[in-house]
């Protein structure tokens, strides 16, 4: 499927598009997916009741669009009144499609689409031509959308992701230098502590304890000389 826009200029009155948004693809419910009421109100035409079938599933057929752009997607509906539907592509969470019987036989089926936080399908485009070709473009917008935005200063995510990353490692091999040195500090200061020398006793000073000890004692000796002699 080619991204190209296949919405008539008639009908973009209803699309709301921001400055930089454009349109990638459009369509409407096949045509084939008439055919089912075709089987049930044919019959049932004489009674007039199958024409109001008949002329109600063309009226919805021709009332409703699909569109998907290159911020999201959009669906309108409404025969006599107008809703449109939009779900950006930030918020898709899961994307799926089926086809019934008649699907399969003529080529068309539904896209689901989920978002993250709601529950069950917020949004279907039904009866679309080739419905796993649109579902594949959505994968690949929602992905883009994701991954390869571009910042104002025209970096996308992953260059920001990446600078980010960067940063980080250096910062972390910067606290690991300074740790590494804080540690080898630390080793020096207590190194340096160990090897202080302590006050010893030379030879020479045990020698004059020594000898000052024995002419104490000496002195003492003749001190209690003395005394005998007097006494």
């Known amino acids: 499927m080619s991204e190209s826009s296949t919405i008539d200029a008639g009908t973009v009155d209803w699309l709301t598009l921001d400055a930089d948004e454009e349109i990638v693809w459009s369509g409407n419910p096949h045509e084939s997916s008439l055919i089912p009421a075709l089987v049930v109100g044919v019959p049932l035409s004489l009674l007039l009741v199958g024409l109001f079938i008949i002329a109600g599933a063309y009226l919805q057929r021709e009332n409703t669009q699909y569109v998907v752009t290159t ?21 898709v969470q899961n994307t799926s499609y089926s086809q019934g019987f008649f699907g399969s036989q003529f080529g068309y089926g539904n896209v689901d689409v989920s978002t993250a936080g709601g529950s069950g399908v917020e949004l279907q485009f039904r009866s679309v031509p080739d419905p796993r070709e649109v579902q594949e473009l959505i994968n690949k917008r929602v992905k883009a959308s994701r991954g390869d935005r571009t910042t104002e200063s025209g970096e996308t995510k992953g260059d920001v992701l990446d600078d980010i990353l960067v940063e980080l490692r250096e910062i972390r091999s910067t606290l690991d230098a300074q740790q590494e040195s804080t540690g080898t500090t630390s080793a020096t200061t207590t190194t340096t502590g160990s090897g202080t020398d302590e006050p010893s006793i030379s030879e020479d000073d045990t020698t004059q304890n020594v000898g000052g000890r024995s002419d104490q004692h000496a002195s003492n000796a003749t001190v209690d000389d003395e005394s005998s002699e007097e006494r």
Do not use: E, N
């Not at 025969?79 to 539907?85: A, E, F, G, K, N």
């Open 71 to 91: 911020d999201g997607l959009y669906k309108k509906t409404g025969v006599l009144s107008r809703d449109v539907q939009r779900i950006d592509f930030g918020k």
